[in-house]
């Protein structure tokens, strides 16, 4: 038989997260962000879930192809725009509207030859400082934008640095708005944390909002709300079986370094996951999991290959029990005591990073199930 371990894309679940983004922002027309291939979902996984958005948002050419194999015939916007000058020939062929964010991309679509405009999004840095026309370069860059016959429709757009945290978007609202109030063109501002802290007010969601993170089910400003506190539903999960039991006494240690030693009599589950297939080696004793639906803890190191759990409280844990690792258990069920299962978010935080990059380090070795 496979090893027993297996992730769970549920695009029913997505379907519900993508609703909630439309409720947070009344009107606002909505970009199903798929960068990272769907944030290691798998696009061709995810894309029935995602047919009520009303654009595709994604990074590159490739995953632009991929798109339009599937039958989207929607708008594609390359988030970063073109890296090369040929790039848009395909953006023509495709119909793919494409960010401007310095002067090269500008400098391309001055060449490029084309019977068909482009739409194009033009960038400003309200303070982000990675991609962007600084805001005094702002109106002199869609200036020359609107003067080539190359291009089609300008629409405005920035990304917020502090959405997620105390610092919030007041002050790149203020950039924004004071460089752009008399310029024409749509608008798109929100991610996934202003979509749903801020944009119940209309300049804030503007035009089109892109949530990402927030689609998947991981809350974009965690610790301060939980996926749960934005009615957001894990679209993956982990899981895996454990595959052998040991019984210590205090005093024995587990794993590598001996890192974790017994205080008291203990059983130890042994799982069939560990760093090759996206489990964060970082992740300290204590971090969460499910055992049958049940809450307990890994303890000492992740390997390559195995984690260990503490099973002791649990008697009727035994091999072949479901340990899940991040998300919801799939064979046993939900209990009262992890309503939610194993957030990926709290997860992340034992091991000192986000759940986007869980999502997005999910191993090929794993196999991948969908259900509706």
């Not at 953006?91 to 001055?110: F, G, K, P, T, Y």
């Not at 309200?126 to 016959?149: C, D, I, K, V, Y």
């Not at 919030?168 to 109030?181: D, E, R």
């Not at 303890?299 to 260990?308: A, K």
């Amino acid at each position: 038989m496979p090893r027993p371990i297996q992730a769970t894309v549920d695009v029913s679940a997505l379907r519900h997260n993508l609703a909630q983004m439309k409720t947070a922002a009344p009107d606002a027309l909505v970009w199903g962000v798929v960068k990272a291939n769907a944030y290691g979902h798998g696009i061709e996984r995810v894309f029935e879930g995602l047919r009520a958005a009303d654009g595709i948002a994604l990074l590159d050419l490739a995953e632009a192809e991929r798109v339009r194999q599937l039958g989207w015939r929607g708008p594609i916007l390359l988030l970063e725009g073109v890296f090369e000058t040929r790039d848009l020939e395909l953006c023509s062929r495709l119909n793919l509207w494409h960010v401007v964010h310095c002067e090269a991309q500008i400098d391309m679509l001055a060449i490029h030859k084309t019977h068909q405009p482009h739409r194009v999004f033009l960038k400003m840095n309200s303070g982000m400082n990675r991609l962007g026309f600084a805001p005094q370069a702002f109106r002199a860059a869609w200036t020359r934008l609107n003067a080539l016959p190359q291009v089609d429709e300008i629409s405005l757009m920035t990304h917020f640095s502090d959405a997620d945290g105390d610092k919030g978007i007041a002050a790149a609202m203020v950039t924004f708005h004071q460089y752009t109030h008399d310029l024409s063109g749509e608008r798109s501002l929100c991610n996934s944390a202003a979509t749903l802290r801020y944009a119940k007010e209309l300049s804030v969601r503007a035009d089109w909002i892109r949530p990402g993170i927030a689609l998947y089910g991981s809350s974009p400003d965690f610790p301060l709300h939980s996926a749960h506190d934005w009615h957001l539903k894990p679209v993956m999960s982990l899981n895996a079986a454990i595959i052998g039991v040991q019984h210590l006494q205090a005093g024995d240690a587990v794993g590598y370094g001996s890192s974790f030693v017994a205080d008291r009599p203990m059983r130890i589950g042994v799982v069939a996951c560990g760093y090759a297939d996206g489990y964060p080696r970082v992740a300290p004793t204590g971090t969460p999991v499910c055992v049958d639906g049940h809450p307990s803890r890994t303890v000492g190191r992740v390997s390559m290959d195995m984690i260990t759990v503490d099973i002791t409280d649990l008697p009727s844990a035994d091999r072949g029990s479901e340990v899940t690792l991040w998300g919801l258990p799939q064979k046993s069920a939900v209990t009262a005591q992890a309503p939610l299962g194993v957030p990926i978010d709290v997860v992340a935080q034992a091991a000192g990073t986000v759940g986007y990059e869980l999502m997005c380090a999910l191993a090929t070795r794993v196999p991948v199930v969908v259900k509706d």
